[in-house]
C-alpha cells in the first residue's frame, strides 16, 4: 500500500482526529484508491501513531462509508460505482433545497452580504480557471445557506453527502469539475430569492443548482 510521506499535518489535533483527518482526505482525493486494502501498521508508521488511533479511524471512517472492516480479516477503501452520482446529488438537492426554502425566513443582512461576496469570489475562481478554489467557495456558499436554516441535521447528513460527492470528482475525473457562468446565476437568483423572503423560488433554484451538475458529471465519466 502506497503511502505519501510529503504530506501536511492538522495542528491542535488529538492522534484519533488527525489520523481520521489525513486518512479522510487521502481516500477523497483518491491517495487511496477504492477496494484498496488498508494496513494499519504502515498508517501508523508513516503518521506517526500507534496502530490504537489508525483502527478508531477506520471505525469512524466505516460509519462515514469510506472504508469496509472486516474484522480479523481487512479493512478497503469502499468502492463507487458511476450511477452513484444519480443517487446522491438528488439526495443533497433535497437537503439543500430543505435549507434555502427555511433559511429564507430567519436569514440576516449580514448573511445575505456573506453570500453575495462568496459569489462574487466563485465567479472569480471559475473566471480565472481554478476549479479546486470554485468547488471549495461552492461549497461555502451552500454552507452559508445551511446555516441561515438552523437546522443542525441539514448539515450534518449534507456534510457526509458532500464528502461522497467530492470523493467521487476527485476519483472519476481526477479534478473537481469547474463552476459554470450559470451556476453563479443561479447563486445570484438565489439570494435574490432570499432576501424577497421567497421561500418556494429560493427552494426551486437551489434544487436546480445541484440537478444541473449531477447531468455534466454523468455525462463526463
Known sequence: MPVPHNFATPIR??????????????????????????????????????????????????????????????????????????????????????????????????????????????????????????????EQFHDIVIDASGNPYIASFSASLQIHIRRFKYVFLQQPVTGTPASVEDHDAIIAALEQRDASTAAAIMKQNLIRPMGELHALI
Open 13 to 138: 489535533l488529538s492522534a484519533k482526529e488527525r489520523v481520521l483527518s489525513q486518512i479522510q482526505r487521502w481516500i477523497i482525493d483518491g491517495t487511496l484508491r477504492p477496494g484498496e486494502k488498508l494496513v494499519d501498521s504502515e498508517l501508523a508508521e508513516a503518521l506517526a501513531v500507534s496502530r490504537t488511533p489508525i483502527r478508531e479511524a477506520f471505525q469512524l471512517l466505516e460509519v462515514q462509508g469510506l472504508v469496509a472492516m472486516h474484522p480479523g480479516k481487512e479493512t478497503r477503501v469502499t468502492s463507487i460505482e458511476k450511477d452513484d452520482i444519480l443517487k446522491m446529488y438528488p439526495t443533497l438537492a433535497a437537503l439543500y433545497a430543505l435549507a434555502a426554502e427555511t433559511a429564507a425566513e430567519r436569514i440576516t443582512p449580514e448573511q445575505i452580504e456573506k453570500l453575495k461576496v462568496c459569489n462574487r469570489q466563485f465567479a472569480e475562481a471559475i473566471e480565472s480557471g481554478n476549479p479546486y478554489q470554485a468547488m471549495e467557495i461552492d
